[in-house]
Structure formats: C-alpha cells, structure tokens
Nanobody, 119 residues
Framework: QVYVMESGGGSVQAGGSLRLSCVGA????????MGWFRQASGREREFVAR????????DYIETVRGRFTISRDNAKNTVYLEMNNLKPEDTAVYYC????????????WGPGTQVTVSS
C-alpha cells in the first residue's frame, strides 16, 4: 500500500514554470515506480511522465518532452515534476500515481492538483 499526495499546482501565464511535488507514505515507496498523469476538462486522463524506483526508466509523453522533468528523492519519499515553458494546453488536474507500468497507471492515486496556464 502506498499513499500519495500532490502539491505545487497553481495558475501561471504561458511560458511560466511550476514544480509539482508528490509525497508518498508506505514502506515500499522507495521501491515503487512512480508516474504523473493529467486530466483536462472534458478529456480522458493521460500519461505525462514516469520514473523507476531507482530513477531509471524515465519517459514522457511527446507533448511535454524537453519542457518537463521528472525526478525523485527517495530519502524524502518525494517525486517531482518540473514544468517549464508551460502552454495553455497543459491546463489540467495533475495526478501522482504509484506502481506505474511503462505508461499504464498503478493502483494508487493522489487526489490531484490543478494547473492552469493562461495565454
């Protein structure tokens, strides 16, 4: 069992930056692959980024590659998503996910954090 909670969302103008954090709880967090997903209003939830338990196996959806960076600090039980050069189409609720496969979500989700990018 892994519990996760996101923070760091907010409202920015296009071209701005935000850093999302996902704090996990549970003995297995440091051995769990983690990911970020997002869901825009009226659209299905989509994969954004993933990172292996040992920081290997990093991958991104093509639309954020080169702008977003995923990382983790197992000593702090935290996964980060650094988002730069944000675009209005990045507006969504962002969810942290624990136990992710390649891009398929694992069973544990956080409640989500809203990111709004204005043009």
């Amino acid at each position: 069992q892994v519990y996760v909670m996101e923070s760091g969302g907010g409202s920015v103008q296009a071209g701005g930056s935000l850093r999302l954090s996902c704090v996990g709880a549970g003995a297995s967090f440091s051995r769990t692959d983690m990911g970020w997903f997002r869901q825009a209003s009226g659209r299905e939830r989509e994969f954004v980024a993933r990172i292996g338990w040992d920081s290997s196996g990093i991958d991104y959806i093509e639309t954020v590659r080169g702008r977003f960076t995923i990382s983790r600090d197992n000593a702090k039980n935290t996964v980060y998503l650094e988002m730069n050069n944000l675009k209005p189409e990045d507006t969504a609720v962002y969810y942290c996910n624990a136990g992710i496969g390649l891009t398929r979500p694992g069973p544990w989700w956080g409640p989500g954090t809203q990111v709004t990018v204005s043009s």
